[in-house]
């Protein structure tokens, strides 16, 4: 009997105190939208606002008719150090990434349809210029070491009532992505990587290294190389200097 006694005050408990979700799935939030971030991103079968959109188009068909329209805005707080055997700990100060979201909807009788704009996911760091990562073979190069990773949809979902039970929905997406990347590299890493095959850590190619890196190694004239830095940044705050864009679709169902 106490035993059960002990086992209801914690279910109690559990159930007062609020929990917390704080993961990703890769480039994917943990859920969309408030209802559905809420309870830990479950989103499938109930009606879950117009975060559907994104969510599963499928359970637009499970609103009452009329409009509606949400406007959301997510917040990812990374806490992450990197480290390293016989060196300070390396803390990013990239912490704060936010991702807004809008959408529209109508049910009309048997039909959904809608628009929605969605900040899918995203991650990045930044290290700044006086980490170990910022060091070269001879030491300190001061330079940045950050990166930044984005992906959004805009996606034009339209949904169908079978019946009272069957909601079936499919969704027009076009995605983009933007990255920002700027690393610092050891010479004593970079210089294996354009070594001809056989390295430990492989080997690139292309004209940068075959007609500019490769004869300069051959030669003896790279004997220097203290580190080489990637520098693929710009400085807008809503888009990265790599993009691309491409084209999705995908079917839904929803049971009600």
């Given at each position: 009997?106490?035993?059960?006694?002990?086992?209801?005050?914690?279910?109690a408990?559990?159930?007062?105190?609020?929990?917390?979700?704080?993961?990703?799935?890769?480039?994917?939030?943990?859920?969309?939208?408030?209802?559905?971030?809420?309870?830990?991103?479950?989103?499938?079968?109930?009606?879950?606002?117009v975060?559907?959109?994104?969510?599963?188009?499928?359970?637009?068909?499970?609103a009452?008719n009329?409009?509606?329209?949400?406007?959301?805005?997510?917040?990812?707080?990374?806490?992450?150090?990197?480290?390293?055997?016989?060196?300070?700990?390396?803390?990013?100060?990239?912490?704060?990434?936010?991702?807004?979201?809008?959408?529209?909807?109508?049910?009309?009788?048997?039909?959904?349809?809608?628009?929605?704009?969605?900040?899918?996911?995203?991650m990045?760091?930044?290290?700044?210029?006086?980490?170990?990562?910022?060091?070269?073979?001879?030491?300190?190069?001061?330079?940045?070491?950050?990166?930044?990773?984005?992906?959004?949809?805009?996606i034009?979902?339209?949904?169908?009532?079978?019946?009272?039970?069957?909601?079936?929905?499919?969704?027009?997406?076009?995605?983009?992505?933007?990255?920002?990347?700027?690393m610092?590299?050891?010479?004593?890493?970079?210089?294996?990587?354009?070594?001809?095959?056989?390295?430990?850590?492989?080997?690139v190619?292309?004209?940068?290294v075959?007609?500019?890196?490769?004869?300069?190694?051959?030669?003896g004239?790279m004997?220097?190389?203290?580190?080489?830095?990637?520098?693929?940044?710009?400085?807008?705050?809503?888009?990265?200097?790599?993009?691309?864009?491409?084209?999705?679709?995908?079917?839904?169902?929803a049971?009600?």
């Amino acid at each position: 009997m106490k035993l059960k006694r002990i086992a209801g005050l914690l279910i109690a408990a559990g159930i007062v105190v609020p929990g917390v979700a704080s993961a990703t799935n890769g480039m994917n939030m943990e859920g969309y939208g408030p209802i559905a971030t809420g309870m830990g991103g479950a989103s499938m079968a109930y009606d879950n606002g117009v975060a559907a959109v994104i969510n599963n188009p499928a359970t637009l068909g499970l609103a009452p008719n009329g409009d509606r329209v949400d406007l959301a805005i997510g917040g990812l707080h990374p806490d992450i150090d990197t480290k390293t055997n016989g060196m300070s700990n390396a803390h990013s100060h990239g912490d704060a990434y936010y991702m807004p979201a809008f959408g529209w909807a109508r049910k009309a009788d048997k039909l959904a349809f809608g628009l929605g704009v969605f900040a899918q996911g995203g991650m990045g760091t930044d290290y700044g210029t006086n980490s170990f990562l910022s060091m070269g073979d001879a030491g300190p190069t001061g330079k940045q070491v950050r990166s930044e990773v984005g992906v959004g949809r805009a996606i034009a979902p339209l949904a169908y009532d079978v019946n009272s039970q069957l909601t079936v929905a499919g969704s027009l997406e076009f995605v983009w992505a933007t990255m920002d990347l700027q690393m610092v590299m050891p010479g004593s890493k970079m210089m294996p990587m354009m070594m001809p095959g056989g390295s430990t850590l492989g080997s690139v190619n292309g004209n940068m290294v075959s007609d500019r890196f490769m004869p300069a190694l051959a030669s003896g004239q790279m004997t220097g190389f203290n580190w080489g830095y990637f520098d693929f940044s710009n400085s807008n705050a809503y888009s990265g200097k790599a993009h691309s864009t491409g084209w999705a679709g995908r079917p839904a169902p929803a049971f009600g």
